[in-house]
């Protein structure tokens, strides 16, 4: 490739429109197109079509796709629309903003003006709205403090996280991840800790010494990391799952934003799910990793009433000992909520709501 592979008019015009005329980047979403004071017919255009995969494989060229076609780097799927402001920014800084941030801005953006333009107003959208774009996959190492908070707030920021996630859970989640690199550099020792955003989840791990971040709550001191934590799991646990264990070899601590129980299962290994046999007395053993402190307990489906008449046989019986529990289940009803926490004393239950 030794030309620019630049986009057609046609092409740009229907990337500004795809956006709503408004900038792709995050937080930004300023109007591109707008009447000029030269004369009645001017009109004043402040955005730019932005390549996501370079147009040229230039030496400061770093979004480079070297097998790609002219054709597929001049398609309008290769495109985002951003302002003057943002565009330049993008495109002079390749290294920072990466093709998987691109496409996520894309299609949040897109997934916006279409919103918009059917609720006739351009007002702020809920997460539920964006739920299903997937985060773009970033991995930051940190191998000292100093630079935590920028890096965290700006990795959370160019995935998207507000607008996915909610602007809330986000902050949530962000003074949660602060704390815990802060913990593991100053109380845990470590030598580096790695942020890994994946598609569905956000995960912090370090090699420092064995702890978990929930152990947070029973320190006599209640600092920065006891009130990350405390705020995560007591006031945002209807919307954010988060676990902390370690493997035998580093800490794990994990944060992801669920609307089913069966996502734990994928997320930790310090999960048990209850198959409906067992609760007609079938002999089935439950185990779970020895280095899990805290598990998540899974129930069936359409979870009954008289099912939780059951629970205390199978905690004392098939469920491992010294072990903090927490039950979920799906569209439990309040009744069921109730006999759960009678059945099993003080536990906690969460309920996800279909």
């Not at 993008?90 to 059917?118: F, G, P």
């Not at 029973?218 to 988060?242: C, L, M, P, T």
Request: glycine share 6%.
């Amino acid at each position: 490739m030794t030309n620019r592979s630049d986009f057609k008019e046609p092409t740009k015009q229907a990337l500004a429109k795809r956006a709503g005329n408004s900038c792709s980047f995050p937080n930004c979403d300023a109007v591109t197109e707008g009447p000029s004071s030269e004369s009645k017919t001017s009109i004043s255009k402040t955005g730019m079509a932005c390549h996501i995969y370079a147009a040229a494989d230039g030496p400061s060229a770093r979004r480079v796709k070297l097998d790609a076609t002219d054709e597929e780097l001049s398609d309008i799927s290769n495109g985002i629309w951003m302002c003057y402001t943002h565009g330049k920014l993008i495109d002079t800084d390749e290294s920072t903003y990466t093709v998987e941030q691109l496409k996520t801005w894309r299609e949040v953006a897109e997934v916006r003006a279409q919103l918009w333009q059917q609720l006739g107003s351009r007002i702020e959208l809920s997460p539920e709205h964006f739920i299903n774009i997937p985060l773009p996959e970033t991995k930051i190492g940190f191998e000292s403090l100093g630079q935590e908070n920028h890096s965290i707030g700006q990795a959370l920021s160019r995935a998207c996280l507000s607008q996915i996630w909610g602007r809330k859970p986000t902050r949530a989640i962000r003074d949660a991840l602060i704390e815990i690199v802060r913990n593991a550099f100053e109380h845990g020792k470590a030598s580096k800790v790695t942020l890994d955003i994946s598609t569905k989840s956000i995960k912090l791990t370090d090699d420092g010494s064995h702890y978990e971040s929930t152990d947070l709550l029973y320190e006599a001191r209640k600092g920065g990391g006891f009130h990350s934590i405390d705020e995560i799991i007591n006031h945002h646990n209807r919307s954010v799952y988060f676990s902390s264990h370690n493997d035998g070899f580093k800490n794990h601590h994990i944060f992801s934003v669920i609307s089913s129980p069966e996502e734990i299962i994928e997320l930790t290994p310090c999960s048990i799910e209850i198959p409906q046999e067992l609760l007609w007395g079938q002999g089935i053993n439950l185990s779970v990793a020895e280095f899990c402190k805290t598990v998540y307990v899974i129930f069936p489906r359409y979870f009954a009433l008289s099912d939780a008449f059951k629970l205390p046989m199978i905690a004392a019986n098939h469920l491992p000992k010294d072990k903090d529990y927490v039950f979920v289940g799906a569209d439990l009803s309040d009744r069921a909520i109730e006999l759960i926490e009678q059945q099993l004393g003080n536990v906690k239950v969460i309920n996800y709501e279909r």
